[in-house]
C-alpha cells in the first residue's frame, strides 16, 4: 500500500496494524509520505511525516467512540 500511495502522489497513508511492515515505513519515509497507524479510539502512532500534522484539538472535547463503531463491527462474515 505505502509503494501504489507514493506512486499516486497521495501525501498520507492510514493503515491498520496487522500492516505495518519495516519496509513500508521505510519507503514512506524516503519518499516523504505520512503514514499513520495503530489507530484506536483518540491514539495513533505516526510512523513517517510527522511534519504534516497539526496538534490543536483539545482531546477532552471529543466524546469516547461507541463501542459498537469497533474493528469487528466493521468485518464482514
Not at 506512486?7 to 511492515?21: K, N, S
Not at 495513533?44 to 490543536?56: A, I, K, P
Not at 461507541?66 to 462474515?77: E, H
Request: with cysteine; proline share 4%; net charge positive.
Amino acid at each position: 500500500m505505502v509503494i501504489k500511495t507514493a506512486l499516486m502522489g497521495i501525501p498520507t497513508l492510514i493503515q491498520p496494524v496487522q500492516a505495518l511492515r519495516l519496509w513500508g515505513v521505510d519507503i514512506a519515509q524516503q519518499v516523504g509520505l505520512t503514514l499513520i497507524g495503530r489507530m484506536r479510539g483518540k491514539k495513533f502512532t505516526c510512523l513517517s511525516g510527522q511534519h504534516r500534522l497539526v496538534f490543536d484539538q483539545d482531546l477532552s472535547q471529543i466524546p469516547d467512540e461507541d463501542k459498537k463503531w469497533g474493528a469487528r463491527a466493521l468485518s464482514v462474515d
